[in-house]
C-alpha cells in the first residue's frame, strides 16, 4: 500500500472555491489510477473524481461535472481538486484513493490505498 496525504480543505461560502492536494509516498507510475471519494453526513461515500494513469483521461461525479477538475502531477507524485462554484451539497470528508490499473468511479473497495480523508464545508 501506498500512503497518501491530503490537504487544502477547509470551509467556504456558497460560489466559493478550494484545491485539494494528495502527495503520494512512493513514485505512481503512469499504470495507477487516482482518485477523489467523499462521504457526506448520513450518507455513503462517492466517488466524486478519477484520473486513468497515463492517458490521463478524467470522469466525473455528474453533480460535480463543469464545476470540478481532476488533475496529476507526476513530477510531484500528486493528485489535485479544484473546486468551483462549490454548493452545500458538496460539504462532506474528501479522500484521495488509489489503485493499480483502470478506475472506477462507483467502487471504492476496488482502491487498496486511502488517505486520511479531509474536511471541506459549504455554507449557504
Known amino acids: 500500500q501506498v500512503q497518501l496525504t491530503e490537504s487544502g480543505g477547509g470551509s467556504v461560502q456558497a460560489g466559493g472555491s478550494l484545491r485539494l492536494s494528495c502527495v503520494a509516498s512512493t513514485y505512481l507510475d503512469n499504470s495507477f489510477c487516482m482518485a477523489w471519494f467523499r462521504q457526506s453526513p448520513g450518507k455513503e461515500r462517492i466517488g466524486v473524481a478519477t484520473?486513468?494513469?497515463?492517458?490521463?483521461?478524467?470522469d466525473y461525479d455528474v453533480a460535480v461535472k463543469g464545476r470540478f477538475t481532476i488533475l496529476r502531477d507526476y513530477d510531484k507524485n500528486a493528485v489535485y481538486l479544484q473546486m468551483n462554484n462549490l454548493r452545500p451539497d458538496d460539504t462532506g470528508v474528501y479522500s484521495c484513493a488509489a489503485r493499480s490499473g483502470w478506475c472506477y468511479i462507483s467502487a471504492d473497495y476496488k482502491y487498496d490505498s486511502w488517505g486520511q480523508g479531509i474536511q471541506v464545508t459549504v455554507s449557504a
Open positions: 484520473i486513468e494513469g497515463g492517458v490521463d483521461l478524467p
